[in-house]
């Protein structure tokens, strides 16, 4: 019953092309919201038009002609007539236009003017006939995004069809309290106006509306399904002076940052309230070593720690280096991945329950049920941005209270910060180790590769050093036309470096493969690797001194910032090549970002604008509901507005049981639903 097809004015076929939208129902046709609208109220006269300006002409049409089609393509041309003068209407390809429209009809044009030299013309145009006693609004039209064989046209029409035809009545489910202390409008109003505004005013009530709901839910939403409030009474650490000496014996001296960051995480674990940190670094600032300096005050508390890396190569590495480093002090390190022999597996989780652990590190295999700690002090997880919120959440659960510590190289700013995590504290690594050399970064056309080779990825293996080249999918598809990493390697060791060791890496081969090709990779065995993304975080291969990026104009900019460190970690002059194939003005824009800066906080920043948080964190595919007019930068006095009315409500009802607070739980959990499908809420 609820399907869109049989609501009013849709059936059969208009639901089906619906469908693709991702919409199913009357409920998720009215919450798809247009993603912006054009002001049409610009109406100018003919002689005052001006090249490349979209504007609005009201006109009365005095001639119309179509031409017979040439090579398929059909031009119909509509003159229009003002006061002032006369413009040429030009239409590709719409046949319908001569059967809609006649001469002497009052229309209004709004299109993009084409000027020149004495011809005016408008092209991509909508035309739409004019009752010159009708007295709608023409200047707000909305534009919904991106319409998979329906056009934005059709999509106006339909929500006309749906507003007109049906008796559109929303439960309001927003606390009566919070709709008059904001000021709100009720959302059958916010949800005709958004669709079908009746006046620039009303629209932005209407947004507002809309606005503070989202980011009101999407926090209360966080928070109850963090787990209610956080508790106070965690674990009280001691700063054991073995540390110093664990300190002492590294082979290089803390940087300024990494020890005010240190300082800040024993602070913390001192204080009996559980730690909630994030610790923020660029890429190659040193944060492992931080984290291993916590676990390590963790074990000499006797309580075990946990550290979870997104991909088994870097949990790998961690585990690799941490015991080597900790080797003096007799720590019990462990290494739990995906790839272990069930028995092998077995006898580290009995292990683990009996303390004979000190440090587990991991992937998402730490998440599964049947890891059991003794004592669990501390849950670090790596490259936070990777994980889901839930992730995290999962692992701290395995302790009592425990102290959390996330580190990523992708800064979040504060608010956002706030919003995902509850109240975090965030700690900065913003100096990089002594020695370091910035990374060149070149961007490239495509022609250009082939000179690339022989020059620059000549030069650096001629001085000993070796090279990355990324490319974005492993396999051949038709639609998207990337270079698969498949052929590029055979191409590359067919036609250019058949001297030397040219070898792959992607995220579809068995895990010992690809311990074995990084081994030989670190062992300067192969010269040249070419990888998927899989590379992309932590990998840390000090002699690689270039890194080549195809396709870099598919990849966001952090993730571009994030594969640019694989190189610059040793003391070599390094570089960073970025192929791209497209020549859009964004493209163009983000290769100069990349160029132009080599700080990532810089980078996320931008990112986070270009992107939007949703793709950014990867909510959407945790099912977290996304932002679709809310922006965080644009909107930043709203969503404190919310922030603090989610904290009011939070404090009065942790677990939104009241009467005045049912609706708003009901909506929350249904917004919610994939998240908490896979976690039981009380
Ligand atoms: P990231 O912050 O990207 O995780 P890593 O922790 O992997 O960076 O550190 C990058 C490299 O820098 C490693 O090889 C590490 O041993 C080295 N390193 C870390 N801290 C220092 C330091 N204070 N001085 C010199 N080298 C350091
Ligand atoms: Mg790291």
Redesign the pocket.
């Known amino acids: 019953m609820n399907d869109i097809k049989y609501i009013k004015g849709i059936g059969e076929k208009r639901a089906e092309k619906l469908n693709k939208l991702g919409i199913f129902n009357l409920k998720d046709m009215l919450y798809y919201f247009p993603r912006q609208y054009e002001d049409r109220s610009n109406i100018k006269n003919i002689s005052s038009l001006e090249n490349n300006e979209k504007v609005s002409v009201v006109g009365k049409i005095v001639y119309i002609e179509e031409n017979s089609p040439k090579k398929g393509m059909t031009i119909t041309k509509i003159d229009i007539k003002d006061n002032t003068g006369y413009l040429k209407v030009v239409f590709f390809n719409q046949k319908h236009i001569v059967k809609v429209f006649k001469v002497n009809d009052t229309i209004l044009a709004f299109g993009k003017i084409k000027k020149e030299n004495r011809k005016i013309e408008m092209h991509q145009a909508e035309l739409e006939k004019i009752n010159t006693n009708s007295n709608k609004n023409l200047s707000l039209y909305p534009i919904y995004p991106l319409t998979y064989g329906l056009t934005n046209k059709e999509l106006i029409s339909y929500f006309k069809n749906i507003i007109e035809k049906n008796n559109i009545n929303i439960k309001e489910y927003l606390p009566k309290e919070v709709i008059k202390k904001y000021n709100l409008c009720g959302i059958n109003y916010a949800i005709k106006n958004i669709h079908n505004p009746e006046s620039k005013e009303a629209l932005k009530i209407s947004l507002y509306r809309i606005i503070f709901e989202e980011f009101f839910i999407l926090q209360l939403g966080l928070f109850l399904f963090k787990g209610g409030s956080e508790s106070n009474t965690g674990i009280k650490f001691k700063i054991d002076k073995r540390l110093e000496k664990i300190k002492d014996s590294l082979s ?4 300024n940052a ?1 020890n005010k960051a240190l300082e800040e995480i024993l602070i913390d674990m001192e204080n009996e309230k559980p730690m909630n940190r994030l610790v923020q ?9 931080v984290a291993l300096l916590a676990l390590s005050n963790v074990v000499l508390n006797s309580y075990q720690g946990v550290f979870m890396a997104p991909t088994e190569i870097l949990a790998r590495q961690h585990y690799i ?1 941490f015991c080597e480093v900790l080797k003096p002090f007799n720590f019990n390190i462990e290494l739990l991945v995906g790839s272990l022999t069930k028995k092998q597996k077995g006898i580290i989780l009995e292990k683990l329950k009996n303390n004979e652990i000190d440090i587990l590190i991991g992937t998402h295999a730490l998440l599964e049920d049947d890891v059991e700690f003794n004592n669990l002090g501390l849950v670090i997880t ?1 490259e936070q941005h990777r994980f889901g919120v839930r992730q995290r959440n999962k692992l701290s659960k395995k302790g009592v209270s425990p102290d959390i510590l996330v ?1 990523t ?1 992708t800064p979040i700013p504060r608010t956002l910060a706030l919003i995902l995590y509850g109240d975090l504290d965030i700690s900065i ?1 913003d100096e990089l ?3 370091r050399k910035k990374i060149e970064t070149i961007a490239v056309d495509k022609s250009k590769r082939e000179n690339l080779y022989k020059t620059l990825v000549r030069n650096e293996i001629q001085k000993g050093r070796q090279v990355y080249i990324v490319c974005p999918l492993v396999e051949e598809s038709e639609e998207i036309k990337v270079k698969s990493a498949t052929e590029l390697t055979y191409e590359l060791k067919e036609n250019y470096f058949s001297d030397l060791n040219v070898d792959i890496l992607h995220g579809k081969m068995k895990s010992k493969e690809k311990d074995d090709i990084m081994d030989k990779f670190k062992q300067k065995q192969i010269d040249i690797l070419v990888s998927t993304t899989v590379i992309e975080v ?1 990998v ?1 291969v ?1 002699n690689a001194s270039l890194m080549i990026i195809e396709n870099a104009e598919r990849f966001g900019l952090s993730q571009l910032h994030q594969l640019r ?1 694989r190189v610059g ?1 040793g003391s070599y002059e390094s570089f960073c090549v970025l192929i791209y194939e497209s020549n859009s003005e964004v493209c163009k824009e983000r290769m100069k970002i990349m160029q132009e800066t080599n700080d990532g906080f810089k980078i996320s920043e931008k990112d986070l604008e270009i992107r939007g948080p949703g793709e950014f964190f990867g909510t959407k595919q945790h099912g977290i509901p996304e932002l679709k007019v809310a922006n965080i930068f644009k909107h930043m006095k709203i969503l404190k507005l919310a922030q603090q009315e989610t904290r009011y409500i939070i404090e009065k009802d942790p677990n939104l049981l009241s009467l005045e607070n049912k609706d708003l739980k009901h909506y929350i959990l249904d917004k919610f639903e994939t998240v908490l499908k896979e976690i039981s809420l009380n």
Request: no cysteine; aromatic share 4%; proline share 11%.
């Open positions: 290089f001296k803390l940087t990494q670094g660029d890429v190659g600032s040193g944060k492992t070593i280096s790596d580190m190289a690594i180790p002594p020695g932590g840390n000090p460190g970690r």
